[in-house]
């Protein structure tokens, strides 16, 4: 019987999802993979490389589609609320995905799959642009990039929200308020673009970070056989 590559690369991808959204670069193991795979470790390498190779390929299969099919339709902040509520919806059916984002950030110092992602992205942006004529395509990438860190931390921030909020939020409640949020965010964005078009200023993409404002770069790699 010919070997099914595809499917075996299949597999792998999919475990690797499971293992790296669990315990990060850092923290899982190719062993562990290969067997949550049913698969020899060394398919591992033989089809992707080293252990970084093959954490970028499973970051690129997974958040190449996370956007996929979540289009933001309709006008005003609504369109902006039903929009979340769809992220937020994919988002607790997949936990892999935020916790992957999370990861990318973290033990990457640069976006996996840009050419897959970055045409998506631009595209749920010409949805804000029509829902929100308002504002310039600065603004609208910005509020596309704060809509998705509203979802992803209310996702995977929930030991914060339990000390902050007191008590467990029910999913139904987080996913109204996540909702309100985001109808709130679109709102005050709207409105202060169109200020700032009645007083002559210029449109910005956003206000500049203030000076000496720090950043962090990504957390040192293991070795990649590990």
Do not use: I, Y
């Given at each position: 019987m010919a070997w099914d590559t595809d499917a075996t690369q299949r597999k792998l991808l999919l475990a690797g999802a499971r293992q790296f959204a669990a315990a990060g670069f850092a923290g899982a193991r190719i062993e562990a993979i290969g067997a949550d795979a049913g698969v020899n470790k060394e398919r591992i390498y033989r089809y992707f490389g080293d252990k970084r190779a093959f954490f970028a390929a499973v970051l690129g299969h997974e958040l190449a589609g996370l956007l996929d099919g979540l289009d933001v339709t309709g006008t005003g902040a609504e369109a902006i609320g039903d929009f979340v509520a769809q992220l937020l919806d994919r988002c607790e059916r997949h936990p892999e995905l935020p916790r992957l984002l999370l990861w990318e950030s973290l033990e990457l110092d640069a976006a996996v799959a840009i050419e897959q992602r970055r045409p998506v992205c631009a595209h749920k942006v010409d949805g804000i642009l029509t829902a929100l004529p308002a504002l310039d395509r600065g603004r609208a990438e910005h509020l596309l990039f704060s809509l998705i860190?509203?979802?992803?931390?209310?996702?995977?921030?929930?030991?914060?929200?339990?000390?902050?909020?007191?008590?467990?939020?029910?999913?139904?409640?987080?996913?109204?308020?996540?909702?309100?949020?985001?109808?709130?965010?679109?709102?005050?964005?709207?409105?202060?673009?169109?200020?700032?078009?009645?007083?002559?200023?210029?449109?910005?993409?956003?206000?500049?970070?203030?000076?000496?404002?720090?950043t962090h770069p990504p957390l040192a790699a293991e070795e990649s056989r590990s």
């Open positions: 860190a509203l979802a992803v931390g209310w996702c995977e921030l929930g030991n914060l929200g339990s000390a902050v909020v007191g008590g467990t939020m029910e999913w139904e409640t987080r996913r109204a308020t996540v909702v309100a949020h985001a109808r709130a965010l679109a709102t005050g964005m709207t409105e202060e673009a169109e200020a700032s078009e009645a007083s002559g200023s210029p449109r910005s993409a956003a206000p500049a970070p203030p000076a000496g404002t720090a």
